[in-house]
Protein backbone atom coordinates (compact mmCIF):
# COMPACT_ATOMS: atom_id res chain seq x y z
CA UNK A 1 0.00 0.00 0.00
CA UNK A 2 2.60 2.63 0.72
CA UNK A 3 4.19 1.79 -3.25
CA UNK A 4 0.74 2.45 -4.36
CA UNK A 5 0.44 5.07 -2.49
CA UNK A 6 4.15 6.47 -3.38
CA UNK A 7 2.59 6.36 -7.15
CA UNK A 8 -0.69 7.74 -6.71
CA UNK A 9 1.28 10.87 -5.20
CA UNK A 10 3.59 11.16 -8.35
CA UNK A 11 0.42 11.09 -10.05
CA UNK A 12 1.46 7.57 -11.90
CA UNK A 13 -2.07 6.55 -12.14
CA UNK A 14 -0.95 2.98 -14.42
CA UNK A 15 0.82 2.06 -11.50
CA UNK A 16 -0.94 2.59 -8.63
CA UNK A 17 -3.85 0.85 -10.39
CA UNK A 18 -1.08 -2.04 -10.76
CA UNK A 19 -1.47 -2.44 -7.29
CA UNK A 20 -5.08 -3.02 -6.64
CA UNK A 21 -6.99 -6.67 -7.02
CA UNK A 22 -9.61 -7.07 -10.29
CA UNK A 23 -12.49 -7.15 -8.20
CA UNK A 24 -11.32 -4.32 -6.19
CA UNK A 25 -14.46 -2.32 -4.50
CA UNK A 26 -14.73 1.52 -4.69
CA UNK A 27 -17.12 2.67 -1.53
CA UNK A 28 -17.27 6.86 -1.70
CA UNK A 29 -19.06 9.14 0.45
CA UNK A 30 -22.35 10.60 -0.91
CA UNK A 31 -22.26 8.07 -3.44
CA UNK A 32 -25.07 5.22 -3.21
CA UNK A 33 -23.49 2.33 -4.57
CA UNK A 34 -19.70 0.33 -4.94
CA UNK A 35 -17.97 0.98 -7.68
CA UNK A 36 -15.86 -1.85 -8.67
CA UNK A 37 -12.52 -2.53 -10.82
CA UNK A 38 -9.68 -1.29 -12.07
CA UNK A 39 -11.01 0.59 -14.83
CA UNK A 40 -13.41 2.76 -13.18
CA UNK A 41 -11.00 3.56 -10.03
CA UNK A 42 -8.65 4.76 -12.93
CA UNK A 43 -10.96 6.75 -14.46
CA UNK A 44 -12.34 8.53 -10.83
CA UNK A 45 -8.85 9.08 -10.38
CA UNK A 46 -8.05 11.06 -13.42
CA UNK A 47 -11.14 12.71 -13.08
CA UNK A 48 -10.34 13.63 -9.18
CA UNK A 49 -6.56 15.02 -9.93
CA UNK A 50 -8.18 17.12 -12.97
CA UNK A 51 -10.85 18.53 -10.62
CA UNK A 52 -8.04 19.28 -7.86
CA UNK A 53 -5.23 19.72 -9.89
CA UNK A 54 -2.87 20.94 -6.84
CA UNK A 55 -4.10 18.03 -4.66
CA UNK A 56 -1.68 16.81 -1.55
CA UNK A 57 -2.53 13.12 -0.54
CA UNK A 58 -1.06 11.83 2.89
CA UNK A 59 -1.86 8.44 4.11
CA UNK A 60 -2.29 8.08 8.01
CA UNK A 61 -2.93 4.98 9.01
CA UNK A 62 -2.83 1.41 7.59
CA UNK A 63 -4.33 -1.28 8.94
CA UNK A 64 -3.98 -5.11 7.62
CA UNK A 65 -5.79 -8.50 8.42
CA UNK A 66 -5.06 -11.28 6.67
CA UNK A 67 -5.21 -10.50 3.16
CA UNK A 68 -7.20 -6.65 3.86
CA UNK A 69 -6.08 -3.83 3.96
CA UNK A 70 -7.70 -0.27 5.10
CA UNK A 71 -6.51 3.30 4.87
CA UNK A 72 -7.06 6.20 6.40
CA UNK A 73 -6.05 9.56 4.36
CA UNK A 74 -6.41 13.15 4.03
CA UNK A 75 -6.64 14.96 0.35
CA UNK A 76 -6.05 18.53 0.41
CA UNK A 77 -6.12 20.67 -2.40
CA UNK A 78 -8.45 23.76 -4.41
CA UNK A 79 -11.44 22.08 -6.23
CA UNK A 80 -11.06 23.90 -9.77
CA UNK A 81 -13.21 21.53 -12.11
CA UNK A 82 -15.75 18.66 -12.19
CA UNK A 83 -15.92 16.23 -9.76
CA UNK A 84 -18.82 13.80 -8.56
CA UNK A 85 -21.30 15.78 -10.82
CA UNK A 86 -20.29 18.89 -9.09
CA UNK A 87 -20.29 21.66 -11.68
CA UNK A 88 -19.71 24.79 -9.45
CA UNK A 89 -16.25 26.21 -11.40
CA UNK A 90 -15.66 28.37 -8.26
CA UNK A 91 -11.82 27.75 -7.08
CA UNK A 92 -12.34 26.97 -3.45
CA UNK A 93 -10.02 24.85 -0.94
CA UNK A 94 -11.12 21.43 -0.15
CA UNK A 95 -11.87 21.15 3.22
CA UNK A 96 -9.65 17.55 5.26
CA UNK A 97 -11.21 14.57 4.13
CA UNK A 98 -10.89 11.85 5.65
CA UNK A 99 -11.90 8.41 3.86
CA UNK A 100 -11.57 4.49 4.56
CA UNK A 101 -11.44 2.46 1.16
CA UNK A 102 -11.84 -1.02 0.95
CA UNK A 103 -8.97 -2.25 -0.39
Do not use: Y
Amino acid sequence: MRDAFAALTRRDIAAAAEFLSPDFIINLAGVPHQMRGRRIWRRNSEAFFKAFPDIQLEAQDMFAADDRVAVRFRFTGTHTGEFLKSADRKARRLPKLRTVPHC
